[in-house]
């Protein structure tokens, strides 16, 4: 068994949660990572900015959490740091009194959503130091952001980019847990949760709680071993456009219709992992109106078919748990586990007893539960499901079923 720490179970919880990317580089269309194009200062200039609409629609979407750029690879700084010139500090916006950061994490406070900030360690365009000033440079920018925005739930490291880059892992972790001892760490160096390992939104089953290994970029298939085996739950991210981290407006025709968008949820938090959701503020500052839309739609769509389950009077036999309930057509099964620190449940198959009568018939076959598991299957009519476990072990926890839609 593993220790699990409460804030882990609570990020399990948190489910679902917008990522933000907002920076210089929403101003200059077609630059991509890495490319070291020149993107000058003055371009910086949102005329509208509006954190409360971003993190009201996340609230509205049914978001739990939010994400929110700070430093992405081009190095710019979304808060006015005072260990860089290249920031919000030295922008037309607001004269150079802006902050995007204060802005974001107000947002998240006034609407209730768990604040996550994105860092990019790696080194950017012509600004090369040792490993040691580049350590110091590193502590002392996270060092401002866990400082000077009170309680932050969530620390975001992407590893793109700082592939054969050696890191003081120990002293950068020492310093963040002395600032904020109840943060969790995405992915790196001394991780509270792991990336799921693509950038399309998508778990594989099983998806186990436990893991000896992370992967850590998209530009490397080598994985960061751990020591020992830990608890690490997953996290998938992906875009709701096609094309872009950041906003452009070549891929205003991409983004996800309300059928791919409900295909990522039942294939991330129905796998019991969460899903982070990208997507872009314009150069407004305000989330395009097609992104918004397509948001909220979603967001209803998940409320309609979740928000109000019925639960089930159940009895467990040996490694089959039988669910009982008024006859109607069903199509869904939702399973949740308790949290203790390892997989409980390792495969499973789902059976309904036809009605009004007949032996019961396979609906659906499972492996990992872990925070939840959702089960969709053709629509029958039924008043009795059965679930049956590769191993005879009690199931804690809650289990309910979903009427049809």
């Not at 990522?19 to 200059?28: A, K, L, Q, V």
């Not at 968008?261 to 097609?290: I, K």
């Not at 918004?292 to 409320?303: D, H, I, P, R, S």
């Not at 198959?349 to 032996?359: I, R």
Request: charged share 25%; aromatic share 14%.
């Amino acid at each position: 068994m593993h220790s699990v720490k409460p804030e882990q179970r609570d990020f399990l919880n948190w489910e679902f949660g917008l990522f933000f990317h907002f920076g210089i580089r929403t101003f200059y269309e077609g630059h991509t990572d890495w490319d070291e194009k020149p993107m000058p200062l003055e371009g910086f200039l949102p005329t509208a900015l509006d954190c409360e609409d971003w993190l009201k629609t996340a609230r509205d979407t049914g978001a739990r959490y939010a994400v929110f750029v700070c430093k992405h690879h081009d190095g710019f700084a979304n808060w006015p740091s005072a260990h860089t010139d290249y920031s919000v500090k030295n922008t037309p916006w607001r004269n150079g009194t802006g902050d995007v950061v204060r802005a974001f994490t107000d947002a998240c406070r006034k609407f209730g959503l768990k604040i996550g900030l994105y860092y990019s360690p790696a080194q950017f365009g012509s600004v090369k130091m040792d490993a040691k000033s580049y350590d110091d440079y590193f502590i002392a920018q996270i060092s401002e952001l866990l400082t000077n925005y009170g309680k932050i739930d969530y620390l975001w490291f992407d590893g793109c980019g700082s592939e054969g880059h050696r890191y003081d892992t120990e002293r950068i972790v020492r310093a963040i847990r002395t600032l904020q001892p109840q943060i969790l760490l995405f992915n790196m160096w001394d991780p509270d949760t792991r990336w799921i390992g693509n950038e399309s939104g998508v778990a594989d089953s099983p998806n186990p709680l436990v893991a000896d290994a992370v992967d850590v970029s998209v530009q490397t298939q080598e994985k960061d071993a751990r020591k020992t085996a830990r608890f690490l739950p997953a996290e998938c991210d992906c875009r709701i456009r096609e094309t872009s981290w950041f906003f452009s407006d070549s891929d205003a025709d991409t983004v996800k219709s309300l059928d791919e968008l409900m295909g990522l949820y039942y294939y991330s938090v129905g796998r019991g992992a969460n899903l982070l959701l990208n997507v872009s503020p314009d150069r407004r500052g305000l989330l395009p109106e097609r992104d918004k839309a397509a948001l909220l739609q979603f967001g209803q769509t998940v409320k309609k078919l979740f928000s109000d389950p019925i639960f089930c009077e159940s009895e467990q036999a040996g490694a089959a748990l039988t669910l009982r309930f008024p006859v109607q057509p069903v199509n869904h099964l939702v399973l949740m586990e308790e949290i203790t620190g390892a997989d409980a449940i390792e495969a499973f198959t789902v059976k309904a007893h036809p009605y009004p009568y007949g032996a019961p018939i396979a609906v659906f076959r499972g492996t990992t539960v872990g925070h939840k598991a959702i089960c969709p299957f053709p629509t029958i009519r039924t008043g009795t499901l059965e679930v049956v476990f590769d191993r005879a072990a009690p199931v804690k926890g809650r289990v309910f079923y979903l009427p049809r839609f």
